[in-house]
């Protein structure tokens, strides 16, 4: 996807706020703690995720919403909420458990000890939830676990086989630290 987006009218800066008048009263406590920013910048991360990605889903368009249903903005928290119902119902650390895939403790200056092969973390998923994911990594340090999905009708999202790339073969797996 493009970094700018696909609805530059809806590139909106403020998403905290957004969130915060959201009639989901419960969204921001759940973005906070399932999908804070590494960087301690949750506005700037959660803006940059709206950006390139909530502005793709065509079915969240203004126009998408019948006549008198659409609040200004609303499809952001709409987006936000789909993508953390998604993480529930594809839970990614359930899945590589099942498949008796842990992370290590958090260790200050070692390398985790617990390692997988990219075909390890693939099997996994694809057991789960029947498609693969996209693995990357830094180094051999897992970044993160890529599901894709397409959209039917306005908000039924189902996984598909991945259109992107990997960035591991050997995959180092450590807890994040708290």
């Not at 530059?8 to 973005?31: F, G, K, P, V």
Request: hydrophobic letters at 30%.
């Amino acid at each position: 996807l493009p970094d700018t987006g696909c609805d530059r009218t809806r590139a909106y800066s403020n998403i905290s706020r957004i969130l915060d008048a959201s009639s989901d009263t419960q969204l921001r406590s759940d973005m906070d703690k399932f999908w804070p920013s590494n960087k301690g910048d949750n506005n700037w991360f959660w803006t940059h995720e709206w950006v390139k990605h909530g502005t793709c889903v065509t079915t969240l368009a203004p126009h998408c919403y019948a006549p008198g249903a659409y609040a200004p903005q609303q499809e952001v928290s709409e987006y936000f909420r789909s993508v953390l119902d998604l993480r529930a119902k594809y839970n990614i650390y359930t899945a590589l458990n099942a498949s008796g895939i842990v992370p290590t403790p958090p260790e200050s200056g070692r390398r985790p000890k617990n390692t997988y092969t990219l075909a390890q973390f693939k099997s996994a998923i694809r057991t789960a939830f029947g498609v693969e994911p996209n693995v990357k990594c830094r180094a051999s340090r897992l970044q993160e676990v890529q599901l894709w999905f397409k959209v039917r009708g306005r908000d039924s999202y189902y996984p598909v086989e991945p259109w992107g790339s990997d960035s591991c073969s050997k995959i180092s797996y450590q807890r994040k630290s708290t």
